[in-house]
């Protein structure tokens, strides 16, 4: 008894040093954010600003295009996630159900696709779109983000269709349903936890993605807002760190309300007692 106790008491001390290792770099940002200047340079930090002000953040909009610069960075991230659950979703229901030898080579590649790096991916991708006379726009990157996220999102969406019981099907077919009625009146239903978790993938992907927008957008009005954001570094490498970490932080808040908005959709339980054994 005292040595499962004392092994919750280590799991849940594992748990919290866990928690406040993520929540560091946010909270530390946050701080540096509502510092003054002349707190930003003291060589004694504190985690609360003794004189907090908004400076920081009307310097970052008055120096760059934040907002336009989100606008572009939402409409790609949205334009990916949904374009994304689109194919994936019918596509990963295939690879589930239909397990042949297309199936396996199928979740082969999703597999090796993502130990492929960036640098190995971007000049083959810089061509493609060259040709298609899509560099440098919006929807150039939408695709190229589709292509990047659509493999994980196979695989993940796949996971949540094996789990959802062939007798719902088969029940289904017994009572007259047809495979296009079945799919969207019983199966559908049941892979929202899924889809809902691959969209939100996909968006945050999209969203926090720096390498492929720095490459392909040249033009400053088309600009992501992670490449906005290098522009508050100066030539030398020297970073203006008030006016950044304001930045940046705004930059982190669509995807923490995105996530809360939608986190109770994903949840596992909802094929609880769909089936009785």
């Known amino acids: 008894m005292r040595t499962s106790t004392a092994a919750r008491v280590g799991q849940y001390a594992a748990l919290l040093a866990y928690l406040v290792f993520l929540a560091f770099p946010f909270l530390w940002l946050i701080s540096t954010a509502f510092k003054p200047p002349r707190e930003l340079a003291s060589l004694h930090p504190t985690w609360i600003p003794e004189d907090p002000t ?15 610069a ?6 790609a991230a949205l334009g990916a996630a949904v374009i994304a659950v689109v194919i994936a979703t019918p596509t990963a229901y295939v690879m589930a159900r239909h397990r042949g030898r297309l199936a396996r080579v199928a979740t082969g590649w999703v597999v090796v696709s993502q130990a492929f790096p960036f640098v190995l991916l971007i000049i083959p991708l810089f061509l493609v779109l060259k040709n298609l006379r899509m560099i ?21 969406l796949a996971g949540y269709v094996r789990a ?27 892979l929202a936890p899924g889809i809902v ?16 927008a720095l490459v392909l957008l040249k033009t400053p009005e088309k600009q992501t807002l992670p490449v906005v954001l290098t522009h508050f570094v100066g030539a030398e490498g020297v970073a203006d760190l008030g006016p950044l970490a304001a930045a940046a932080f705004l930059a982190t808040l669509p995807s923490l309300v995105v996530f ?13 007692g769909a089936v009785k054994s």
């Open 54 to 68: 908004l400076d920081n953040f009307r310097q970052a909009f008055d120096e760059q295009p934040l907002l336009h």
């Open 70 to 75: 989100a606008l572009n960075s939402l409409v």
């Open 136 to 156: 440098d726009s919006v929807p150039g990157l939408v695709m190229v983000y589709v292509v990047w996220s659509l493999p994980f999102a196979l695989w993940m």
């Open 164 to 190: 959802v019981p062939a007798e719902l099907e088969e029940a289904a077919a017994v009572d007259g349903a047809g495979r296009l009625r079945t799919l969207v009146s019983v199966t559908a239903p049941l």
């Open 197 to 212: 978790a691959t969209a939100l993938f996909a968006f945050i992907t999209a969203w926090n993605e720096f390498f492929f």
């Open 260 to 272: 809360a908005l939608i986190q109770r959709r994903i949840t596992g339980g909802m094929l609880a």
